[in-house]
């Protein structure tokens, strides 16, 4: 049985920072690209960070470049996103991902992964 648990997620001002772990179980980890994915209220769910298997390549939404850091350890089955100068813009419940496929058209993509987290909650305050 596939598990992705989130954690990290909470409350912060505008300009502050979080990280968030992501920790897998039930999969060959190492073999698997991790998405950080996103979904505010009323919009469509989104890519905000991926990283390939090997953590050789990370791929960013336009808006968080400069500000988030996805990364992983494959020896600890463990991935990690690093929220800096956050925005209350980046409000939204934050989920972890797996997929199997790789490259940056199919990991920015929402529906490419096939295994989720339940999610944690970002909050932004202004």
């Known amino acids: 049985q596939v598990q992705l648990v989130e954690s990290g997620g909470g409350l912060v001002q505008t300009g502050g920072s979080l990280r968030l772990s992501c920790v897998a179980s039930g999969l060959t980890f190492s073999t698997y690209a991790v998405g950080w994915l996103r979904q505010a209220p009323g919009r469509e769910r989104e890519v905000v960070a991926a990283?390939?298997?090997?953590?050789?390549?990370?791929y960013y939404a336009e808006g968080v470049k400069d500000r988030f850091t996805i990364s992983r350890d494959n020896a600890k089955n463990t991935a990690v996103l690093q929220m800096n100068s956050l925005k209350p813009e980046d409000t939204a419940i934050y989920y972890c991902a797996t997929t199997l496929l790789t490259g940056r058209r199919a990991l920015m993509r929402h529906d490419s992964f096939k295994y989720w987290g339940q999610g944690t909650q970002v909050t932004v305050s202004s």
């Open positions: 990283i390939e298997w090997s953590g050789g390549s990370a």
